[in-house]
Nanobody
Framework: QVQLVESGGGLVQPGGSLRLSCAAS????????WGWYRQAPGNQFELVAR??????IDYADSVKGRFTISRDDAKNTYLQMNSLKPEDTAVYYC?????????WGQGTQVTVSS
């Protein structure tokens, strides 16, 4: 089992920045991929960014050049979000993938508004 806890969401003005964090506990040795997803009201659940153990990284076209996913060890992953736009408003979820299943955090709200 893997437990994920996100933090760092909040209210920010357009053009501002936020850094989301995801802390993992439990069977972290089994994680071979990390990701951030989001869902806005009325919108589909979508991939924002993901990183696999080998280091390959993917970003949604809508966030390329503005968001950066990173890890600092086996327990923590981050999403640095710059130049935020109102359309980035959503609940952001951390995801960890193991050979057996995928795990999700509880989500953290990001609101971009003036």
């Amino acid at each position: 089992q893997v437990q994920l806890v996100e933090s760092g969401g909040g209210l920010v003005q357009p053009g501002g920045s936020l850094r989301l964090s995801c802390a993992a506990s439990g069977s972290i040795f089994s994680i071979n991929g990390w990701g951030w997803y989001r869902q806005a009201p009325g919108n589909q659940f979508e991939l924002v960014a993901r990183i696999v153990r080998g280091g390959d990284i993917d970003y949604a076209d809508s966030v390329k050049g503005r968001f950066t996913i990173s890890r600092d060890d086996a327990k923590n992953t981050y999403l640095q979000m710059n130049s935020l736009k109102p359309e980035d408003t959503a609940v952001y979820y951390c995801n960890a993938v193991t050979p057996i299943r995928s795990y999700w955090g509880q989500g953290t709200q990001v609101t971009v508004s003036s």
